[in-house]
T-cell receptor, first 113, second 115 residues
Framework: GESVGLHLPTLSVQEGDNSIINCAYS??????FIWYKQESGKGPQFIID?????DKRQGQRVTVLLNKTVKHLSLQIAATQPGDSAVYFC????????????FGTGTRLTIIP | DVKVTQSSRYLVKRTGEKVFLECVQD?????MFWYRQDPGLGLRLIYF???????EKGDIPEGYSVSREKKERFSLILESASTNQTSMYLC??????????????FGPGTRLTVL
């Protein structure tokens, strides 16, 4: 999972396998969550989002699971490909009456050919 | 497609210089944000703006100021650059509205090195 610190959590997965990236969020009042993907030298790109009234949402090859009881978010990537290698961030909207997002520190996913 | 552009991809400045980082978005978004990104620390919010001429401090505003004279443009200013401001700077924008998703659209980033 993600944590604050100087070292980025890393995950290495064999090409074709499924990967799961975890994120613990901080605010039980958060009502909206996003996963971003950041490739080397680029800005973060939106992957998938989920609102707090849902437990699961699926996209193309990606699934986000939300467990509000333990404030946990996960991103599942099916049949990983080399292009999935990137840093993945979760973000939450703490619902403080504005539209700021709070970001996790990120997890580096490396796909092994 | 939403497009957020930043004026420079790479920038090298000297300590004490005044530095301007420019960001432009073409989607008529009300909200704009400046973050810095450092290894292991993720994205930290410096300033954000929810309308023209409006701004609010983020989590780490010290040493920075911002300007939003036009809706599409949000500038980050380092009044007197210091070496600890060497970082990747990311600009983002998003539409306003509690009924809308708060997805933020990011620019490609400016890697600033202060010598």
């Amino acid at each position: 999972g993600e944590s604050v610190g100087l070292h980025l959590p890393t995950l290495s997965v064999q090409e074709g396998d499924n990967s799961i990236i975890n994120c613990a969020y901080s605010n039980s009042a958060s009502d909206y969550f996003i996963w971003y993907k950041q490739e080397s030298g680029k800005g973060p790109q939106f992957i998938i989002d989920i609102r707090s009234n849902m437990d699961k949402r699926q996209g193309q090859r990606v699934t986000v699971l939300l467990n509000k009881t333990v404030k946990h978010l996960s991103l599942q990537i099916a049949a990983t490909q080399p292009g999935d290698s990137a840093v993945y961030f979760c973000a939450e909207n703490p619902n403080f009456g504005n539209e700021k997002l709070t970001f996790g520190t990120g997890t580096r996913l490396t796909i092994i050919p | 497609d939403v497009k957020v552009t930043q004026s420079s991809r790479y920038l090298v400045k000297r300590t004490g210089e005044k530095v301007f980082l420019e960001c432009v978005q073409d989607m008529d978004h009300e909200n704009m944000f400046w973050y810095r990104q450092d290894p292991g620390l993720g994205l930290r919010l410096i300033y954000f703006s929810y309308d023209v001429k409006m701004k609010e401090k983020g989590d780490i505003p010290e040493g920075y100021s911002v300007s939003r004279e036009k809706k599409e443009r949000f500038s980050l200013i380092l009044e007197s650059a210091s070496t600890n401001q060497t970082s990747m700077y990311l600009c983002a924008s998003s539409p306003r509205g509690t009924l809308l998703n708060n997805e933020q659209f990011f620019g490609p980033g400016t890697r600033l090195t202060v010598l």
